[in-house]
């Protein structure tokens, strides 16, 4: 009834893991060039909006490394390109871009996230902690913040941990779901420290999907002091 792995299996295993976690810098301007090349060669139309009037090389090798950051596979580099350049007619922001992607790539993070058991296990939010974080979101940047006291963002975090500990101790991985306004703001408040927790959109949630919800999270009283 034991399992013996080798040594060289928690080698490449952990090597792998490294690569994964180093992923975005490992990317290079160069590479993504590369890609790209092979795209306008089958695709010379779409090759077209990358570059000059259209949606720099920069930005797509930007786009790329956060998708990698979040362990999001960019293997589908046609559909990356398609949503970017598509969603740059409306605007520059480089998060937008960036969540168009995500939306593009929704079967794929979809696909990532779900159990052995063929089911996402999913944590929402109280649906007036969520409303109340939708009018709370301000833009700095390139990037959207929440503008909430820190007394509200602590009792967020606690809230979070306690519902990720109890989807936990059932025995599901889960992952939040929440709007998409909300989720690149959020994600940078609760991923922290969090290893591989993911937070999705439902607009990335496929009609495929076999969506379990196995938790909500609420916003934890802070203790006050006297």
């Known amino acids: 009834g034991v399992t013996v792995v080798d040594r060289a299996s928690v080698l490449?295993?952990?090597?792998?893991?490294?690569?994964?976690?180093?992923?975005?810098?490992?990317?290079?301007?160069?590479?993504?060039?590369?890609?790209?090349?092979?795209?306008?060669?089958?695709?010379?139309?779409?090759?077209?909006?990358?570059?000059?009037?259209?949606?720099?090389?920069?930005?797509?090798?930007?786009?790329?490394r956060d998708l990698l950051a979040e362990r999001v596979a960019v293997r589908d580099l046609r559909r990356i390109l398609e949503a970017v350049t598509a969603r740059a007619r409306d605007t520059k922001s480089h998060e937008a871009l960036v969540e168009a992607a995500r939306v593009a790539l929704g079967p794929a993070i979809t696909a990532s996230a779900t159990g052995p058991d063929g089911r996402l296990a999913t944590l929402t939010l109280e649906p007036l902690l969520e409303q109340s974080l939708l009018e709370s979101v301000r833009a700095a940047d390139a990037d959207t913040f929440l503008a909430v006291e820190p007394a509200v963002l602590e009792g967020i975090l606690d809230g979070t941990g306690s519902a990720l500990s109890a989807a936990e101790s059932a025995g599901h991985r889960a992952v939040i779901v929440c709007a998409a306004a909300l989720r690149p703001a959020l994600r940078r408040l609760v991923a922290p420290g969090r290893g591989d927790l993911k937070v999705l959109s439902y607009a990335e949630l496929t009609g495929s999907a076999n969506v379990i919800n196995v938790g909500v999270i609420r916003r934890a009283p802070v203790p006050t002091t006297e």
């Open 12 to 64: 490449v295993t952990h090597l792998s893991e490294l690569v994964r976690r180093h992923a975005p810098d490992l990317l290079s301007r160069q590479d993504v060039a590369a890609l790209v090349d092979a795209v306008r060669r089958e695709n010379p139309a779409l090759g077209a909006e990358i570059g000059d009037g259209g949606v720099s090389l920069t930005e797509v090798h930007r786009v790329m």
